[in-house]
């Protein structure tokens, strides 16, 4: 069990909006290990929900290693606990592919995060990541995502996109999109947006007759389905998603 001197502060960027003070006890180098061979497909889900009963803090580590021309799918969706965290470290070969669509809901006064490192180490592989964020109450949704390219990973194309939804005043959401770029014939981009619904398109709902709360529950659901399109199972997709509408419902 780490002593309380080891634990992590707000002032190292990967844990700058965690809520640190609910780490005592948690045993930070515990690192879930992922090795996927060459030419390899590898998808997995996690999911933190209320059915799995009431725990203060869920921290999960992830250290992936992905071989040449392997590809890796990533879905995550954090719904429960109060502080939960989901780390993933990623480092890709030579025209490997890393996929990552993460959701994070809640409400009152939870912490709710993904922190990426994705290293592009050999030429030719690509990245995508998408992340969104939907929070109520003082509730808070983070999103610290890194990029790193090697200075001979020529060929690279790497993307990540965060949008954050505010049901409430007083939810908060963080994003801290980072590139750090030493190869010259890449493709990397990132963007990082937060806002609340669209009026606009709630009085057009309206006025053709559709509720207040069905208006609001689809344009929640149009938000969060970015973060799952890269998935091909529906029936996969569809659970994760009703995962976080129940969740979402509850403050609507």
């Known amino acids: ?33 992922i090795d996927i ?17 009431p725990q203060p803090t869920r921290l999960h580590r992830w250290r ?3 071989g040449e021309g392997a590809t890796c799918e990533l879905f995550a969706v954090l719904a429960a606990a109060e502080y939960a965290r989901l780390e ?9 592919h890393f996929e990552f669509g993460g959701i994070t809901v809640g409400g009152r006064d939870t912490v709710r995060e993904f922190v990426t490192r994705t290293i592009h180490a050999e030429p030719e592989a690509t990245s995508n990541q998408t992340v969104r ?29 965060f ?17 750090e770029i030493f190869a010259d014939d890449v493709k990397c981009a990132h963007g990082a947006s937060v806002g609340q619904l669209d009026e606009t398109a709630r009085f057009y709902m309206a006025a053709r007759g559709v509720s207040p709360e069905l208006a ?8 969060l389905g970015d973060a799952l399109v890269a998935l091909d199972d529906d029936e996969t997709r569809e659970t994760l998603m009703q ?9 609507l």
């Open 88 to 96: 993933v470290e990623v480092t890709l070969h030579k025209g490997a």
């Open 163 to 179: 949008k954050g939804l505010l049901l409430e005043k007083g939810a908060s959401v963080n994003a801290v999109p980072q590139l």
């Open 37 to 53: 061979a060459a030419g390899e497909t590898f998808r997995d889900t996690m999911v933190i929900r209320d059915a799995d009963g």
């Open 216 to 223: 609001r529950r689809l344009m929640v659901q149009a938000f």
């Open 1 to 33: 069990m780490p002593e309380a001197a080891e634990l992590p502060t707000r002032r190292e960027e990967g844990w700058r909006y965690s809520a640190v003070e609910r780490l005592q006890g948690e045993a930070l180098d515990d690192w879930r290990t």
């Open 64 to 66: 992936v290693t992905i």
């Open 243 to 251: 995962i976080a509408l129940d969740k979402v419902d509850k403050a």
């Open 133 to 161: 964020a939907v929070h109520w109450g003082h509730g808070t949704g983070n999103f610290l995502g890194n990029i790193d390219v090697v200075r001979h990973a020529q060929k690279t194309d790497a993307a990540q996109d």
